[in-house]
């Protein structure tokens, strides 16, 4: 079962519960604002769903409310920045900032960030350079339970390790590729274990390694204490992809990479984000760019639909959609994961209406 809430409710009640968990007013409305953003666009994975992580994090010491991104290394072009344990969706904005800058200063920039905590929906932050008319890459790694198996594994050995590239369309919206390099997220299970529902084949390993539907052999720890693992998209291309991430957004940046057993009872999630960023005005290729992309993206869809589809999409509009709908109709919460939002508003003292 789930109830449907209005994007401003939500705002309201998970900003109420993060100030009380000691963030500033600020601080409380930014996290707030982009956990509701994630599920107006689709992405409840990201949503308002992980304020009890979150809210769990604080209390065991591992998330530092109204932390600021810490500038370590700035040669112009390359910085290197420090998260300090703050929240992600605030250091996240922070760094974007100083590296947007820099890259319509110089025309490009080259950035890491590192020790901050769970960034949430990547697709914001490509969202912010796109908007300036810049190009954004960004590669990430998650510290946390890792979830995902190696490609010929039977265990999680990583994270999710999510990819994401913006790119500007002159006249229309970007492109925003935003993906996990898993076959789904991790917060698409815990949904899915809270809703009760089976997932598709393929998806999922066991705890002894074997293919399962049950999402909450990711979810919630199994018989023996272990638990199962997610499968890379792709089998070996995804695989690579997610190994790539997880060099070039925690070894590289510093914040550090996966290499050792896991804690279930840790609730903290750091992430590491490589983040490249190019204006193409200084590109001197801008009139190309322009042209190019658009006659491509028109290529793509003048093309025969299949009886299976209503149009032929590029990333970014599902999520453009789904974002005008929602606004509408409202966003749907399943009644496991609203109980939960109610307790920890109860941890801080806050009371959340428990419907």
């Known amino acids: 079962m789930h109830k449907t809430h209005q994007a401003t409710d939500l705002r309201t ?77 605030v250091i996240g904005e922070q760094a974007m900032r100083l590296g947007i800058d820099r890259a319509q200063q110089h025309g490009s920039c080259i950035m890491t960030l590192g020790n901050t905590h769970h960034l949430g929906r990547i697709g914001h932050f490509a969202e912010m350079a796109v908007a300036k008319g810049l190009v954004s890459l960004h590669f990430v790694n998650v510290l946390s339970r890792p ?32 993906f996990a390099t898993s076959r789904v997220a991790q917060g698409k299970m815990r949904v899915a274990h809270n809703e009760g529902r089976t997932v598709a084949p393929d998806t999922l390993i066991d705890e002894h390694g074997r293919p399962t539907t049950n999402p909450g052999v990711v979810v919630v720890p199994q018989s023996n204490g272990l638990f199962g693992a997610l499968l890379a998209f792709g089998e070996h291309k995804g695989y690579g992809l997610a190994v790539a991430c997880e060099l070039l957004g925690g070894a590289l940046t510093g914040g550090g990479t996966w290499h050792k057993p896991t804690d279930p009872k840790v609730r903290t999630i750091l992430n590491g984000m490589l983040t490249i960023l190019i204006d193409p005005t200084k590109l001197a290729t801008q009139v190309s760019f322009e042209e190019e992309a658009l006659a491509f993206v028109d290529w793509l869809k003048a093309g025969p639909v299949s009886d299976d589809f209503d149009a032929v999409q590029v990333a970014g509009e599902p999520e453009r959609l789904t974002r005008a709908q929602r606004q509408i109709e409202g966003i749907h919460i399943d009644d496991q994961t609203w109980r939960e939002i109610v307790a920890t508003g109860q941890k801080v003292n806050v009371k959340v209406p428990n419907q």
Do not use: W
Request: glycine fraction near 14%; proline fraction near 6%.
């Open 147 to 178: 979830v995902v198996a190696p490609f010929g594994g039977a265990d999680g050995r990583y994270g999710t390790n999510p990819c994401c590239i913006g790119i500007p369309l002159v006249g229309r919206p970007p492109f925003l590729l935003d």
């Open 13 to 89: 009640h998970v900003a109420a519960v993060l100030r009380a968990a000691g963030s500033s007013q600020e601080e409380a409305t930014t996290v707030a604002d982009n956990l509701v953003e994630a599920n107006l666009r689709g992405h409840d994975s990201h949503g308002v769903g992980m304020l009890p992580r979150y809210v769990e994090a604080v209390l065991e010491g591992g998330l530092k409310p109204n932390s600021n991104v810490h500038l370590r290394m700035d040669t112009g072009t390359l910085l290197n920045l420090d998260g300090q344990r703050g929240y992600g969706q």
